[in-house]
């Protein structure tokens, strides 16, 4: 795992995943949620894994999503819910799909016992080679 400092000097991780399954984890420090890697290297037809501890949602920018018609991917501890545009629910997970290099950006919300967090820093998910 690479480790990156962004321009307002907050430490952020990169990894590229490879054949391996796809994981992130979302976590809060000092306040803020954090994904880690901030930057994930995803294949096409991979799952990816999210794990949280506490409630969480995530939400793509612009309806620019790595899973077909998915806008948000929510969950509690390990339980995971991926939703459809029109709301419904989508079972089982979906895997990434996308061109090489595209990018694609996320909001993450967590709320735990002392409060509700926002991550504005927008981390992201990339197709890989």
Known sequence: MDTVTTAAG???????F???????????????????????????????????????????????TPFPGVLSVSGNGREVHYVHEDGTEISPAPVVTGSAGERFRYAVAVADASGVYLDAACPEIIIDL
Do not use: M
């Not at 907050?10 to 590229?16: A, D, I, K, Y």
């Not at 796809?22 to 420090?29: D, G, K, N, Q």
């Not at 803020?32 to 794990?51: F, S």
């Open 18 to 64: 490879g054949d391996a399954a796809a994981s992130i984890e979302i976590l809060v420090r000092n306040g803020k949620p954090l994904c880690v890697p901030h930057r994930a290297y995803v294949r096409r037809d991979q799952p990816i894994k999210w794990h949280c501890d506490g409630h969480w949602t995530i939400r793509f920018l612009n309806k620019h």
């Open 10 to 16: 907050e430490s952020r991780q990169t990894l590229r």
